[in-house]
């Protein structure tokens, strides 16, 4: 039997121990301390544009509070792409507000500039009031057409939260995702292009956006000698021992995103002239994706297979693939939210297959994939 072959595993360096051990050795086992000091510094050197990092718990908590600091209350909406995973969403319902979302464009998969704008001018029609925030997504790594989302935005004065968890390391025109909006969101779970096990960063503008974050991050305590609270805070530091790992993961994170790459190239080699299956790839030269997770997508009339054949069978060879995600306008959790459709979404979610892109796929299991792959077609 092949030894199962993942989506995408946690790969280690070989570094992370040591910065552990530096961790325990002098008693820094609290969720501050010389590693997220060294995390940080190292991630801001890695996005560059003169941003501030503050390492946080989780993807999802850098998405939370940077709409607490956009203040975003009960009764506000927040516009969301709607091709992604739920935690893009979910941080704006924590705040008691409303996601509106909106649809992807074919070339990207990531939110169309010209339905946001639509959605922008019907939301103000139709509640008085501007969205309080946007937040794009980079979808398995794919850079959005952001220059165009950035330039709405601004036309609205609106900030932009990029949500970069899939797209650590991605580019577009050169400049890395997670820059070009007011604030930008990692994450470091443990399936991601680098993982600290668990665990997310907040891109910021300013050296003092990141002390609020911070603040908000700490359980909002005051500066007095006993424990004063002026507002709602949150325990979502990021601990010592978790950057241990991050800094560790940051010495191989060039390495990681050049295998992704590479096994994507070695895709769409091997998937070039068959009929029906398109690799994702970079639409223009502008995009440069960090293929966090390969896609396909199959077309049923002319491969005579479907995407959920091909996962099931592909699972019986120990091969793990995943459907594309739902799009959130079809959730139901989010079956009353406001959502501009084109439809682009959910026929890509009724074709789309995410395969095995991490560390450990080698060549030789890419070709075996696309072996597979290409039995199921009739
Ligand atoms: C993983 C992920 C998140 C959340 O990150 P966590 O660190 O798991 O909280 C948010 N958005 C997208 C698109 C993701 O893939």
Avoid at 152 to 178: H, L, M, T, W
Wanted: aromatic content about 10%.
């Amino acid at each position: 039997m092949q030894e199962r072959i993942y989506l995408c595993l946690a790969h280690m360096s070989g570094q992370e121990m040591k910065f552990i051990k530096e961790a325990f050795d002098t008693n820094w086992v609290v969720p501050l301390g010389p590693n997220v000091n060294g995390f940080e510094s190292d991630l801001e050197q890695f996005v560059g544009q003169d941003k501030k990092v503050a390492a946080l718990a989780s993807g999802t908590s850098a998405i939370h509070l940077a709409l607490v600091q956009l203040g975003v209350k009960a009764g506000d909406e927040v516009i969301c792409q709607s091709f992604t995973f739920a935690a893009s969403a979910n941080p704006v319902v924590y705040q008691g507000a409303t996601p509106v979302f909106v649809d992807s464009e074919r070339d990207s998969w990531n939110m169309d500039p010209n339905l946001l704008e639509d959605a922008i001018k019907d939301r103000i029609a139709k509640t008085g009031r501007k969205p309080k925030a946007i937040i794009p997504v980079y979808l398995y790594g794919m850079p959005a057409q952001i220059d165009a989302i950035m330039e709405i935005a601004n036309r609205y004065e609106i900030p932009v939260i990029e949500d970069a968890a899939e797209g650590f390391g991605s580019r577009f025109k050169g400049q890395v995702c997670g820059t070009f909006g007011h604030f930008g969101i990692m994450s470091f779970n443990g399936n991601k292009m680098i993982t600290t096990s668990g665990g997310g960063a907040l891109i910021c503008p300013d050296e003092e956006t990141k002390r609020r974050i911070l603040f908000y991050a700490t359980q909002a305590r005051e500066p007095f000698p006993y424990y004063q609270h002026e507002q709602i805070g949150y325990n979502y530091r990021m601990s010592n021992i978790c950057a241990g790992i991050g800094r560790g993961q940051m010495t191989i994170v060039d390495e990681h995103i050049r295998h992704h790459q590479h096994v994507c190239q070695r895709y769409v080699e091997l998937l070039k002239d068959v009929e029906g299956i398109d690799v994702h790839v970079n639409p223009t030269p502008d995009h440069d994706s960090n293929y966090w997770l390969n896609t396909i997508t199959i077309d049923p009339e002319k491969t005579g297979t479907d995407y959920e054949s091909v996962r099931q069978y592909l699972e019986t060879k120990n091969i793990e693939t995943r459907p594309l995600w739902k799009p959130m306008h079809l959730q139901p959790v989010y079956k009353d939210a406001p959502a501009y459709v084109n439809g682009t979404a959910e026929s890509l979610f009724q074709v789309g297959l995410c395969l095995p892109s991490g560390p450990y796929v080698t060549d030789e299991h890419v070709a075996l994939i696309v072996d597979e792959i290409l039995a199921c077609r009739r």
